[in-house]
Structure formats: C-alpha cells, structure tokens
C-alpha cells in the first residue's frame, strides 16, 4: 500500500525492552486489521534509541517524538510531557489516529486512558493493546472501555463530591482575576456570609455549587432560587415545619436550611424573599450556630451551613430591596461577578467551555470553531445576556452543523445569531430604559423615575458609576443616587 493512500496514524511509544520489533509487529497487526498506517509518531524518552530499518517500515513514515521523562513511572509527569509535547502534533493529523497503549508501563497506560477519556484526541482515535506473549503469536486487541464508561464514572464522581473547580483562577482578565482572588479569599473564611453580584448568566450559580462550596471544603450546596418559593409556604419551605403546624401539614418537614446542614445554602435572587422569611433569616444569620424554629415548633434546631446569597441587581438596588438588618448581615463580605464584556480576554476560554458543555454529539467538533469574523462579532457585542449569548450562538452553530445545511454553515449561523442579539439587545435596553413608559404620577415624581432610568441605562451601557459618570460629566455619587431613586 501507498504512503499517499494511507491516511491513518499511528501513536506509540517505543518499547524500552523490545525495541523496533515491537513497533514492527504492532504494524504488521494493525494492517492485518484493516488499518491504512502511512505515519507513525514514535514517542522515545531517551534520544539514541534504536530505530526500525527502513526496509521493514515500506512507505510508512516514521516521526520520532523525544519526549523526555524524568520518572516514567509518575502519571502527572507523563502526562504533563503528553500534553506538552504530543497533543500539538495531533492538530495536524487527518484520517484516523490508533494508539498503541501497551509500549511502557501501566502509568503510561492511565494517561493514554484519561486523556482519551477526557476527550483530548480526535474523534474516532482507536485504542489499541498490543501483546507479545514469549511463547505463541503476538496479537493485538481494540482496549474496550468506552469513553462512556469513564464519563459516567467522573459524572458520578462529580456529583458526589463537587470538588472540581469549574473556573480557571488563573483567567486572563484582571477583572475576573481579581473578582475570583476575592472570591476564593471570602469563601476560606468559615462562618462568613458571602453576597455575589453580577448580571444574569455570569456564571454565579455554578460559582457558588462548585468553587465555592469546594473552598469551603463543603460539597452539600442547597441551592435555593428565592423567587421560586410559594409564598405562602416560604417560611415552611426554608426552615420546615412541624406536624400540624397548619392545614395540611399533616407530617414534619425539614426545609432548605435543615438540609444544608453541615454545608452551603445558597440564596440565589436572594431580594425575591417575602419580608417576613427576610426578618427570621437575620435571626439565623446574628447565630453562629445558626438556629432556627420551625413553623409551629417550641424548639430551636441547628443548622451549622455556610450562607452565601446572589442576586443580578446592583448593591443599590439591592439595598433597597431587602430588609435593611439582612441587606447589612448578607453583604459584609460583597464579590462582583463582572460581566462578560469586562473580560473580553477571557471570551475565547468562555467560548470553548460553554461549545464543549453545549456539544450533543460526537459529530460536532470537539474545539469550538473560530475564525476572524467570530472574533470581531463576539468582540464587539455587549454579550448583555453574558454565557447565555454564548450558549445560544453555539446551539445555533450545532443546529445548522448537523442539520446538513452545507458548507457555510459557520458563516450563516454567526449572522443568525447577530441579527438574534440585536433583537435581544433591543429588548435589554428597553428593559432598561423603560421606553415607552413615562410612569405616571406628578411631573416631579415622573422626572425622578426618569432620571433613575436614565442613571441605570447609563450604568449598564458603560459598565460601572464611574466610568458613567465619567462619561456624562456629573458626579459619581449623583449617579448612584438617581440609580437609587432618592432625590437630590
Ligand atoms: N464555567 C462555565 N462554563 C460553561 N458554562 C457555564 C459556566 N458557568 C456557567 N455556565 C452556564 O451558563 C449559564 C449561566 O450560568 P449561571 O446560571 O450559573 O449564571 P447566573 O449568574 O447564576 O445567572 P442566572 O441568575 O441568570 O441564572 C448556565 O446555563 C450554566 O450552565
């Protein structure tokens, strides 16, 4: 067979005791199984090891790869060289990639198996274990352990134990940078109520179930959307109750908080609670231990949970939403999520994570797809609905990538999702600026509900007060307290 037929590659280390032969035998196997090897990328970790004769590799080309290792029998070392060294050769690689997980020792072996459970080499590679017994033929095996099989297995990992980190501390962006230094510096402290602030889709809730609840060292996150809670049965609902405590109790509950025992209750939207949750939460929150009665109960009951509230309002309206005692208690420790447009270093990061959670099937490519006009329509959108605009521009790419719409479906998606966004735009700067709406009431009242539109719309334009104020030549403070809704 031609060098220009064969378009399958074949991934392997050289054999430390069995040397060319090895990878002789592997070739021979493989061609016997059908595979068309026209390239080999031969990994050594010491330069001068012997290399098969010419004659016995035909057309195959032979590409050594020194990957030097100080300990080959240290997973982390071998796997940090792979990466290094081995994973950027394979961006240039077409046709199929075998890999040959035998040559070396068992270490080798889990690299081989993590990073190709984890999704590091190109769709299709097959995994191969080559064995050749000192008596009898050598021979040569697909490994069966499905990808599937170790995906379940960190899934289930996962969810027990949510210790994964989802964000990249190390982010390029200082706004991030800073926002999540503080974060992680905040959340250590035990006993600490935590307040997150940031737009909607910042990413805050899972913050909060994963880094968060990980730097506390707790993994029991009871995540509560304020909003959600029926008002009538709020207080139930989040401190439980007892038998009979009212028609239809009719056996004890035992709430949100009772069950973040020991762990995190997070209060996402946390202005949504009715007043009266609000009043019996400052209670809960002047307690080190945390105790708390529940509806119709004599005793007090302990809950040692860390509290940590989110809402996407800013901390002036927040204010004047929430009970003055708890908006004090709640925000002692204050992070602010920034938007994704104040990170725009960080959006090709963002891209590639939120493309890989979003991505339903194995046809699509594992790399979110990039280009120049990607760039410049995501660099220059405000991104107002932040991972959400993200997630939607990659639903629209998948849709149109599997949907067989041909060649330009890269092209056709983005302006798709341009023209969504501005519709989506509109609706946001509306929302804001209340256009439409001149409110109604006397002409002073209807010009201070106007300049607060105004100060909010400028703030949300610009990003922050300052950079506002800066802009329309007024003080920062007479920004904030039109935001505010309090007159001058
Ligand atoms: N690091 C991440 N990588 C990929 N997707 C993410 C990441 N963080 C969050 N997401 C996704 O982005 C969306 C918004 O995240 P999340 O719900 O945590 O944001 P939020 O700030 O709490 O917003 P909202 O209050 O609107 O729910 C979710 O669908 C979530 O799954």
């Not at 230094?181 to 805050?204: C, D, F, M, N, Q």
């Amino acid at each position: 067979m031609g060098a220009r037929e064969a378009t399958e590659t074949l991934l392997m280390w050289a054999s430390v005791g069995g040397g060319p032969a090895v990878l002789c035998d592997v070739l021979r196997l493989l061609r016997a199984k059908r595979a068309r090897i026209g390239r080999v990328l031969y990994l050594m970790q010491a330069e001068g090891m012997p290399l098969p004769a010419k004659a016995d590799l035909g057309d195959v080309e032979l590409e050594q790869v020194f990957v030097p290792l100080s300990d080959p029998t240290h997973h982390t070392v071998i796997h940090e060289a792979v990466r290094a060294r081995v994973l950027p050769r394979l961006r240039s690689l077409d046709g199929v990639l075998h890999i040959n997980v035998s040559a070396g020792t068992p270490a080798m072996h889990a690299v081989w198996l993590v990073l190709h459970a984890g999704g590091a080499f190109p769709e299709g590679t097959r995994l191969w274990s080559a064995q050749r017994p000192k008596h009898g033929d050598s021979r040569i095996d697909p490994v069966e352990f499905p990808i599937r099989t170790y995906l379940a297995e960190i899934r289930r990992g996962a969810a027990a134990n949510p210790s994964e980190a989802q964000y990249d501390p190390d982010c390029r962006s200082a706004a991030r940078r800073y926002a999540l230094e503080t974060l992680a510096r905040y959340a250590r402290l035990p006993r600490a109520p935590l307040l997150l602030l940031g737009e909607r889709g910042t990413g805050k809730t899972r913050l909060v179930e994963t880094f968060v609840g990980h730097l506390k060292g707790r993994s029991n996150v009871v995540t509560v959307p304020c909003g959600t809670l029926d008002p009538n049965l709020a207080m139930s609902q989040l401190f439980g109750h007892v038998k009979g405590s009212f028609t239809g109790a009719d056996k004890e509950h035992a709430g949100f908080l009772a069950q973040a025992q020991g762990g995190v209750l997070f209060l996402d939207e946390v202005q949504d609670l009715e007043a009266r949750v609000q009043r019996q939460l400052v209670r809960v929150l002047q307690d080190p231990k945390r105790r708390f009665r529940p509806v119709g109960g004599t005793e007090e009951k302990e809950a040692s949970a860390e509290i940590v509230c989110a809402s996407h309002l800013s901390l002036e309206a927040l204010r004047a939403r929430l009970d003055t005692d708890l908006f004090d208690r709640v925000s002692l420790l204050l992070v602010e999520i920034p938007p994704l447009r104040e990170c725009r270093e960080d959006l090709r990061e963002d891209w590639q994570r939120v493309w890989r959670e979003a991505r339903s099937s194995g046809e699509l490519p594992q790399d979110a797809p990039w280009n120049g006009a990607m760039a410049q329509a995501l660099g220059k959108s405000p991104l107002s609905g932040n991972l959400r605009d993200l997630q939607r521009l990659a639903l629209i790419l998948m849709a149109r990538a599997t949907g067989g719409t041909g060649g330009r479906w890269l092209e056709e998606g983005l302006a798709e999702w341009q023209a969504l966004q501005a519709r989506f735009e509109a609706v946001e700067r509306k929302d804001v600026q209340g256009e439409g709406d001149l409110g109604t009431g006397t002409w002073n009242e209807r010009v201070e509900a106007f300049k607060q539109r105004l100060a909010r719309a400028a703030h949300n334009e610009h990003g922050s007060y300052v950079a506002a104020a800066e802009a329309l030549a007024v003080s920062e403070r007479a920004l904030r307290e039109h935001a505010k809704g309090k007159k001058e």
